[in-house]
């Protein structure tokens, strides 16, 4: 497989305080990879930075193309789309209309209609709400949303940052089931920062470790299931 995304050195914050310091990750097309770390390990910062949001210095390559003077839509034009911390909809907007933002950078209604109706086929409830202001949704309807609107823009790489955050168990499986399908039948890869090292290690081939802003270890998801110290850490076990 060819590198997809290519992140060298980055280092970045806010203001004077640093929170990434000299972080390289690489993803290659139709991968599925995981960063995980504790709170504070700079992982939504390192987000912020790969979707066009963060000032940053170092290297970002898509398709082996650097990029410089970043922002959202220059991310999204190169096909890397986000699913932000804490759900990340349009909350005074409905469901449906969430769905058409998403499109935003897309022709072609027909094929943007398709795109809705595919997704209401794999979030059912978003359907059954279509007309409903996304603000009233549940936790789970949310990001729900937030994942459709996210792919409505047919993206190459789905960042994902902490989808799992503040859900129940059960509606954490199904998005976890729903993200697999979409990197395994869709081939959009996916890098996802989680915290639910468990379910995130079941989908992901290979595995960044966040420390502090640094990248302290990677390896293959097997590999880091089989680690005394990350299962004790991050698996409970």
């Known amino acids: 497989m060819s590198v997809l995304l290519e992140a060298e050195g980055i280092t970045a914050g806010y203001g004077a305080s640093t929170v990434l310091r000299d972080v390289s990750v690489t993803v290659d097309e139709h991968e599925a990879v995981v960063v995980l770390g504790a709170n504070g390990a700079g992982k939504s910062t390192l987000m912020s930075v790969l979707a066009g949001m963060l000032p940053f210095t170092g290297r970002l390559a898509v ?3 650097e990029l410089t003077n970043l922002r959202p839509d220059v991310m999204l ?12 909809t349009l909350s005074a ?9 998403g499109a935003v950078s897309r022709r072609g209604r027909a094929d943007i209609e398709a795109d809705i109706e595919r997704w209401f086929t794999v979030f059912p409830r978003l359907k059954e709400r279509s007309s409903q202001i996304a603000g009233t949704l549940s936790g789970g309807e949310q990001q729900m949303l937030a994942i459709a609107r996210a792919l ?38 996916l890098l996802l920062v989680e915290q639910n090292a ?38 409970g076990y």
């Open 77 to 88: 034009s190169k096909g890397v789309s986000l699913v932000p911390q804490g759900r990340g």
């Open 152 to 189: 409505m823009s047919r993206p190459r790489l789905l960042l994902c940052d902490e989808v799992s955050l503040g859900l129940a168990p059960v509606i954490v499986q199904g998005l976890f089931d729903t993200l697999r399908d979409i990197n395994k039948e869709s081939g959009t890869a």
């Open 198 to 235: 468990e379910l995130a290690l079941a989908i992901a081939s290979r595995v960044y470790l966040l420390e502090v802003g640094e990248v302290t270890s990677t390896g293959t998801a097997q590999e880091f299931r089989e680690n005394d110290s990350i299962r004790a850490a991050y698996l």
């Open 93 to 101: 907007m409905s469901v449906l209309d969430n769905l058409y933002v």
């Open 63 to 65: 398709d082996g193309v």
